[in-house]
């Protein structure tokens, strides 16, 4: 069975960092792009970030929201995808999923995990 | 960016009814558009891609079309399980943004 398990999440203040890990189970990691969608409290769903497979060298994308502030990481032998957020800002409140697309990656965002929340504030 | 703007915000129907949810480009995004049915407190899941097609184990009564700018996400016959918040997607250009959202309720 596929499965995401999001963690790291928790209360950081502004300006400060924090790292999301996402273990991956069920395939294998490096055969396929992943991607990080986040929920602000009562919001709509966000697309930020994606990490293309092995074969396309683990090449990233980054909304404008977020680059240069996140980076999206994997570690394909412990089975597990990164998320370095750091100058976090109040705004970056959210519930923050990982999800494995599609093959392609164009075709939707197919796996889940279940979120974790990340809460920033003084 | 590519915006998405989704018809109508909030929905009011019945068991039985027949439900239409618009969602527009601010753009052509050719026929890459999801779907997707979040309820509180869990993740989405992913009902409909390329526009039309169903993903593995999501009922029939369920159904996309569009092309171009403006799609649509038909609920043949809503069933109690249906009520929840819907979103369309578009991953022709990064960012893939999302629609605001529709939130289908009794």
């Known amino acids: 069975e596929v499965q995401l398990v999001e963690s790291g999440g928790g209360l950081v203040q502004p300006g400060g960092s924090l790292r999301l890990s996402c273990a991956v189970s069920g395939f294998t990691l490096s055969d396929h792009y992943m991607d990080w969608v986040r929920q602000a409290p009562g919001k709509g769903l966000e697309w930020f970030g994606r990490s293309r497979n092995k074969a396309n060298d683990y090449t990233t994308e980054y909304a404008a929201s977020v680059k240069g502030r996140f980076t999206i990481s994997r570690d394909d032998s412990k089975n597990s995808l990164y998320l370095q957020m750091s100058s976090l800002k109040t705004e970056d409140t959210a519930v923050y999923y990982c999800?494995?697309?599609?093959?392609?990656?164009?075709?939707?965002?197919?796996?889940w995990g279940q979120g974790t929340t990340v809460t920033v504030s003084s | 960016d590519i915006q998405l703007t989704q018809s109508p915000s909030f929905l009011s129907a019945s068991v039985g009814d027949r439900v239409t949810i618009t969602c527009r480009a601010s753009?052509?995004?050719?026929?890459?558009l999801a779907w997707y049915q979040q309820k509180p407190g869990k993740a989405p899941k992913l009902l409909i891609y390329a526009v039309s097609t169903l993903q593995s184990g999501v009922p029939s009564r369920f159904s996309g079309s569009g092309s171009g700018t403006e799609f649509t996400l038909t609920i043949s016959s809503l069933q109690p399980d249906d009520f929840a918040t819907y979103y369309c997607q578009q991953l022709n250009a990064y960012p893939y943004t999302f629609g605001q959202g529709t939130k289908l309720e009794i």
């Open positions: 999800i494995r697309p599609k093959t392609g990656g164009t075709r939707g965002m197919e796996v």
């Open positions: 753009q052509g995004i050719s026929s890459y």
